[in-house]
Antibody
Framework: EVQLLESGGALIQPGGSLRLSCAASGFTFTNYAMRWVRQAPGKGLVLVSA????????YYADSVKGRFTISRDNSKNTLYLQMDNLRAEDTAVYYC??????????????WGRGTLVTVSS | EIVMTQSPGTQSVSLGERATLSCRAS??????LAWYQQKSGQAPRLLIYGASTRATGIPARFSGSGSGTEFTLTITSLQSEDFAVYYCQQYNNWPSTFGQGTKLEIK
């Protein structure tokens, strides 16, 4: 059974940093692209960042480019999102999602339950 | 970036009736279109991919159709657990993008 478990969300002041983690199980982690998708309160889904199976290809939405860094440790079956210089508009539930293949644009066949990041003073 | 537009924003349908949700792409996405269901306080769940293929475990009352720029999600014989927000997503072009969602509510 595929499981994705996010952690690391918190209440953080503007300008602060957080690292989100997503522990994956139930599939061969290195074979699949992974994504971070966020959902601001009462809003829709937005792809924030993506990484291919090997970890050598990444994508960032313009809104987070230069502030967020996605990475993965395939030996630990874990996905990360380092979030620096956080802004109020980064407040959202952050979901870890499994891509349906190792890279490229694809749909997301499994999602974690999400972790809440609140940026506020 | 491809813009996905869903309509209507909210749809009110009675139990046992049929719901038809629409999704339009700003340019062709071929059949690279997925649908997700999100219940309140939960993560999204994949329903349909490839515009018309049901994901594992999805009941047959959910069906998808369309290609190019116009897509439809049809839910027949609505049950109480089907009332949720539905999102479409294109994955033909990078980055993949989502529609703004359609809320399906009980009439």
């Amino acid at each position: 059974e595929v499981q994705l478990l996010e952690s690391g969300g918190a209440l953080i002041q503007p300008g602060g940093s957080l690292r989100l983690s997503c522990a994956a199980s139930g599939f061969t982690f290195t074979n699949y692209a992974m994504r971070w998708v966020r959902q601001a309160p009462g809003k829709g889904l937005v792809l924030v960042s993506a990484i291919n199976g090997g970890g050598d290809g990444t994508y960032y939405a313009d809104s987070v480019k230069g502030r967020f860094t996605i990475s993965r440790d395939n030996s630990k079956n874990t996905l990360y999102l380092q979030m620096d210089n956080l802004r109020a508009e980064d407040t959202a539930v952050y979901y870890c999602a499994k891509g349906a293949s190792s890279g490229g644009a694809n749909y997301f066949d499994f999602w974690g339950r999400g972790t809440l990041v609140t940026v506020s003073s | 970036e491809i813009v996905m537009t869903q309509s209507p924003g909210t749809q009110s349908v009675s139990l046992g009736e049929r719901a038809t949700l629409s999704c339009r792409a700003s340019q062709s996405v071929n059949s690279n279109l997925a649908w997700y269901q999100q219940k309140s306080g939960q993560a999204p769940r994949l329903l349909i991919y490839g515009a018309s293929t049901r994901a594992t475990g999805i009941p047959a009352r959910f069906s998808g159709s369309g290609s190019g720029t116009e897509f439809t999600l049809t839910i027949t014989s609505l049950q109480s657990e089907d009332f949720a927000v539905y999102y479409c997503q294109q994955y033909n072009n990078w980055p993949s993008t989502f529609g703004q969602g359609t809320k399906l509510e009980i009439k």
